[in-house]
């Protein structure tokens, strides 16, 4: 085995346990370290040089020097995915954290070291080579560090990135038991708030609006609403049919090109001439600004509709 070329696809990292299975000895992994062809980043675990410096190698270091049966999680997890999470002000990028089983402190620099009496097979995969937790753990692993909402936006991108099967999640969540890390009532509320069929929508914007809905009791709307006029399909992101009310997310960006600004246009305009009447939202809005806008058509209090259907 060729560990140099082996490192090549692990972000240049070469575990000693590597080298010794592919014969080298002690005094050949010390000489390619003095001549500079190797360093040292981490206990038994060196760095081709040449390799750029990058989080997924450290991460990928860590986890080596940390040893079996220790993997990444919690907050490295959403990075290894992509996945932003809402810490506050925690420097999320600064430390590398990771699980192991009760009996297996991990005390490396940089490093936070968690440890669980429960780390079942499932709860483990790979990413990008890296053992990790499944997206299904981490949203187990922060239930009791993200408030509601911080959780309930982790669980949508999830979904979103078809990375998590809300049922899944449901039927696991009901085993958790309370213990430092987890909050089985917080997760427990916010699953309340994604029943079966649960659609995110397809932005963080779309979320958040149909939370707003469902936490003020409002109605809740046909998302994905498709609308044919003439010879034209549109999608709402929300939409009321019987009222022809819309909602719609506004985000920065949306509009990429002048041709995009005028499709948008024509859309609206074929929707209004149609009598659909159109509520659109944008990320600065305040919750009670959406709100507000809400009630302008529908009567909480009466549960009746303001405007009503042609």
């Not at 390799?51 to 999680?73: E, H, L, Y």
């Not at 001439?273 to 990320?283: A, I, Y």
Request: aromatic content about 6%; glycine content about 10%.
């Amino acid at each position: 085995m060729n560990v140099e070329r082996r490192a090549e696809g692990r972000d240049g990292v070469i575990a000693g346990a590597d080298a010794r299975a592919a014969g080298l000895s002690k005094y050949q992994v010390h000489r390619r370290r003095t001549m500079g062809r190797w360093r040292s980043v981490r206990r038994d675990v060196m760095v081709v040089v040449g390799a750029p410096p990058t989080w997924r190698q450290s991460v990928r270091a860590t986890v080596i020097a940390a040893g079996d049966g220790i993997v990444a999680s919690h907050s490295t997890v959403a990075r290894l995915y992509d996945v932003p999470i809402d810490e506050g002000a925690d420097p999320t990028d600064a430390v590398i954290e990771v699980l192991g089983p009760l009996g297996r402190g991990v005390r490396l620099d940089g490093v936070v070291g968690h440890r669980t009496g429960h780390l079942p097979s499932i709860d483990i995969t790979t990413r990008a080579g890296i053992p990790c937790t499944t997206p299904t753990r981490l949203v187990l692993d922060l239930s009791g560090r993200l408030d509601d909402d911080a959780l309930g936006r982790l669980i949508d991108e999830l979904i979103r990135r078809r990375l998590i099967d809300l049922e899944v999640l449901r039927a696991r969540s009901r085993l958790l038991r309370p213990a430092p890390g987890y909050s089985p009532k917080r997760l427990e509320r916010v699953l309340a708030l994604r029943p079966p069929r649960h659609d995110p929508g397809e932005s963080v914007l779309e979320a958040r609006i149909m939370a707003i809905i469902q936490r003020h009791g409002f109605p809740a709307p046909v998302q994905q609403l498709c609308v044919v006029i003439g010879r034209h399909s549109y999608r709402l992101d929300f939409g009321y049919p019987d009222q022809r009310v819309y909602l719609e997310g506004d985000g920065f960006g949306y509009h990429g090109t002048a041709a995009d600004l005028d499709r948008d246009a024509r859309r609206r305009n074929d929707l209004v001439v149609d009598g659909w009447r159109p509520l659109t939202f944008t990320w600065r809005m305040s919750d009670e600004e959406i709100v507000a806008v809400l009630d302008g058509v529908y009567d909480r209090a009466t549960a009746t509709w303001r405007v009503f259907a042609r």
